[in-house]
């Protein structure tokens, strides 16, 4: 038995996806864990698909075991996003190598280029480029090439190599004995308007779901509703409009003025899309500008992010799934597990609170429905169960 760990979104499950589980296996998995954003993305969104039916798709197309990263770290910037996703793999105890997507493919490089950026971002340099009102991508772009080689340098200038870079890093300072492996990403590129052949970006896959449009040349095509972020847009604003100043100081992500930019940006935007451009500047990149939004719309603060994980959650399994859960109880599992929110809500204060959170974010999550669901979603829909 041999289990590899993939950290994903799935916003929606597209054939790249798929492409990346089978080169998993290829690897050497026998067994394969995804930990996957439940109702908010990474990127600042809604996600499209309830996380079950994403869940499915998964576990229908290669995955083994599908676990929620919860919506305190799906919201992060990519090194809380890492570590929060990387905290849950190891506290199962049974994990054997993560495996990421990346654009270069070569371990050693990234190896070498998440060398490259913890000793940049405590260099001086680095310091003075935030202060100067650089934003994070840009001051660290900046400080790698000024310290390493160009090879270095193009190596961190890609999305799907910073996120891996994060695992990287996340690993390490926990001293993890989980063996990093990279896929090398095919096809369209991140946030491309493109596609190549089979492969399209999820972000292009999302616009045709949107639209009405037919995908299932790049994902398995569901009759699932599809979520929209612009049907919450006046709850956003609302929100925001009731916020005062000095709330804006404790969201996650909102320092830097940014909080500052919002609070001034929502008394004139009329619109998401005009709060965005309000607010953007060098010093913040949009995705960072959403995530903040999304943030303070549902009461994510500073602290919520510095506490660690208290339940691990199951979304679905088929049976070599089981035979991880075995194994990881087997191993010692660090963390309460279960396939029901309420029951790990019970196992503590922290545990209540988070899954608390959790639940408030998915009732929020089906405001952007058509066709609205009433509140509880999270305590009573069931895991998916698949029989092979």
């Known amino acids: 038995m041999k289990t590899a ?228 847009e006046t709850a956003i604003l609302s929100k925001l409009r009731m916020m005062r100043q000095e709330d804006f100081a404790n969201v996650y992500d909102a320092a830097q003025g940014l909080g500052d930019r919002l609070y001034k940006a929502v008394r004139k935007a009329c619109s998401l899309d005009e709060l965005y451009f309000l607010t953007k500047t060098k010093r913040y990149t949009l995705a960072r500008i959403r995530r903040a939004v999304l943030c303070a719309f549902l009461d994510i603060d500073k602290k919520l992010l510095l506490e660690p994980a208290a339940y691990i959650r199951i979304l679905g399994m088929n049976s070599r799934g089981r035979e991880v859960l075995s194994a990881a109880k087997s191993a010692g599992c660090a963390l309460p597990m279960d396939t029901s929110l309420r029951a790990l809500m019970d196992t503590s204060r922290e545990a209540h609170r988070q899954g608390a959170l959790q639940a408030r974010c998915c009732d929020i999550w089906s405001l952007a429905l058509e066709k609205p669901r009433q509140c509880g979603a999270d305590f009573t829909a069931k895991p998916v169960m698949i029989n092979d």
């Open 5 to 232: 760990a993939v950290i994903c979104e799935y916003n929606p499950f597209h054939y790249g996806h798929k492409f990346q589980l089978e080169q998993t296996r290829k690897l050497g998995a026998t067994h394969i864990v995804a930990v996957m954003s439940g109702d908010f993305t990474q990127r600042g969104d809604i996600a499209v698909f309830d996380k079950f039916s994403r869940a499915r798709a998964a576990l229908q197309n290669g995955a083994d075991l599908v676990l929620e990263l919860p919506v305190r770290y799906s919201l992060c910037a990519a090194e809380g996003f890492a570590r929060g996703a990387v905290g849950i793999i190891s506290a199962l105890g049974c994990v054997d190598m993560l495996s990421f997507g990346s654009e270069c493919g070569d371990i050693a490089a990234l190896r070498e280029a998440a060398g490259a950026v913890d000793y940049a971002v405590h260099s001086e340099y680095f310091q003075m480029l935030m202060t100067g009102g650089k934003s994070y991508p840009a001051a660290l772009a900046q400080a790698v090439n000024k310290f390493y080689t160009e090879d270095v340098y193009q190596t961190i200038s890609s999305p799907n190599n910073t996120l891996a870079v994060e695992y990287i890093k996340a690993l390490d300072d926990i001293g993890s004995s989980i063996e990093p492996v990279t896929v090398q990403r095919e096809g369209a590129a991140h946030d491309s308007a493109e596609q190549s052949g089979e492969f399209a970006s999820a972000s292009l896959i999302r616009k045709r779901i949107l639209a009405g449009e037919s995908y299932s040349r790049f994902a398995p095509e569901t009759s699932e509703p599809a979520a929209d972020i612009r049907r919450l």
